[in-house]
């Protein structure tokens, strides 16, 4: 029982890592895409200030999803573990 347990962490743990890696994978192309068009320093501050505005709409929430989601169901195999 303990083995699945441990086994589950560990599929819980890599899921919440691959996803993690996805989210900034897509600010990575984002910043690429900036790159090629070659901007001006004037494009690169308004990019900017509008990222720190947006990036707790976005990033972050879907960070929270993703990490509530794993908190959760390590709860709920844990729960589970103890009551069987």
Not at 26 to 36: G, M
């Amino acid at each position: 029982m303990l083995y699945i347990l441990m086994g589950a962490g560990i599929v819980v743990l890599i899921t919440a890592f691959f996803l993690t890696v996805s989210v900034i994978k897509d600010v990575d192309k984002k910043i690429q895409t900036y790159e090629a068009n070659g901007d001006s320093l004037k494009d690169e501050l308004e990019r900017s200030y509008a990222y720190e505005k947006n990036s707790l709409k976005t990033n972050v929430k879907s960070l929270t999803v993703i990490y509530s989601i794993i908190c959760l169901a390590l709860i709920i195999f844990s729960l589970w573990f103890i009551f069987i």
